[in-house]
């Protein structure tokens, strides 16, 4: 492969809804299942993958497809490299593989960091125009390396690299754009050949109220997935993730509590500014992901004995999950 100079890639994308078999691809000698269907307002899909046992919020190692329509080949990547530019532990390289389409077809690598320090993520990222597909598409292989006592181990990912690599280069993968409800694989269990159907949202309608998400979060077992609009009343640090919720007392059967991981905050602040961020009470949020009713556990006040509750909350994972429609 040969190496060359060169900025980098993307913008996410947001939600779907249904029925259908959950499709899988082979990646490095394993089965990926796709968990994760993301369709913006713009027509940008992502699909990501996962191996059995491992859910889109628990991941070792995932696969990503996606794809702009509208996209020219120097925006997706720009717009990717700003997003991880506070992230990264070193700088990002470019690769042109050997089998190459054209000159609009590169690998990148770039290692991220958590914001926590709690692991390290090597990416290798490619974004190509393939013919007859207009716009750009990437496909994504990213490992996650837990950090102990401020070191990883990343014999694995260098032992690999050069296959996974080789794979990336030739991978060509059509989007799911299949408006249904992706199953969501439990720990240690196959996925099976069906996807869940989530009661509700088979079909994606208007948007979604936080009343909505916690009615079709208890009623269904699986939760319910779509975009929620709420108004941020509280803000509250939890360890490495940051609580939005709907209600001042998450306790509030009313409540809608959007819970953030350390990595996607970081990247939201830096596209929106942590200014902006530090006065994100009052504003009014549209959220995509998938509302589950969660049991939580808490202490009570003279800390003798501990106490729970519901709470209805969706994961962002993504800052692309969250959209502010009224600063």
Not at 199 to 212: F, I, K, N, Q, R
Not at 247 to 252: G, L, M, P
């Amino acid at each position: 492969m040969k190496k060359i100079l060169g900025l980098v890639t993307v913008f996410l994308a947001l939600v779907a809804g249904g029925r259908a078999e959950v499709p899988s691809i082979r990646f490095d000698g394993e089965t990926y299942h796709l968990v994760w269907i993301d369709v913006s307002k713009s027509g940008a899909v992502t699909n990501e993958y996962v191996r059995t046992g491992e859910t889109v919020e628990a991941w070792t190692t995932l696969v990503a497809v996606r794809h702009w329509p509208e996209a020219k080949f120097g925006d997706a990547a720009g717009a990717w490299l700003k997003m991880i530019g506070p992230l990264l532990t070193k700088k990002v390289e470019a690769f042109k593989s050997d089998v190459a389409k054209s000159a609009d077809d590169l690998v990148f690598e770039a290692w991220i960091s958590a914001p926590d320090r709690s692991y390290i993520e090597p990416n290798l990222y490619r974004f190509v125009v393939e013919a007859g597909v207009p716009g750009v598409k990437s496909y994504q292989f990213a490992e996650k390396i837990v950090m102990t006592g401020g070191r990883g181990d990343p014999t694995m990912f260098a032992k690999r690299r050069n296959g996974r690599f080789g794979e990336l280069a030739k991978m060509e993968v059509a989007v799911h754009l299949t408006k249904g409800d992706v199953a969501r694989p439990e720990a240690n269990t196959a996925i099976g050949n069906s996807m869940a159907q989530v009661p509700g949202v088979a079909e994606m309608g208007p948007d979604l109220s936080a009343e909505d998400a916690i009615i079709g979060a208890k009623q269904n077992e699986g939760g319910i997935k779509g975009r929620f609009v709420m108004v941020v009343r509280a803000r509250e640090q939890k360890g490495t993730v940051t609580l939005l919720k709907s209600e001042s007392d998450q306790r509030s059967p009313t409540c809608l509590t959007i819970v953030i991981s350390s990595q996607a905050w970081a990247q939201w602040s830096a596209v929106l500014g942590r200014s902006a961020l530090a006065k994100v009470e009052g504003k009014k949020l549209r959220v995509s992901g998938v509302a589950r009713r969660e049991s939580v556990l808490r202490k009570t006040v003279n800390a003798m004995k501990t106490e729970s509750y519901y709470r209805t909350q969706i994961e962002i994972e993504s800052p692309d999950q969250i959209e502010v429609i009224e600063p």
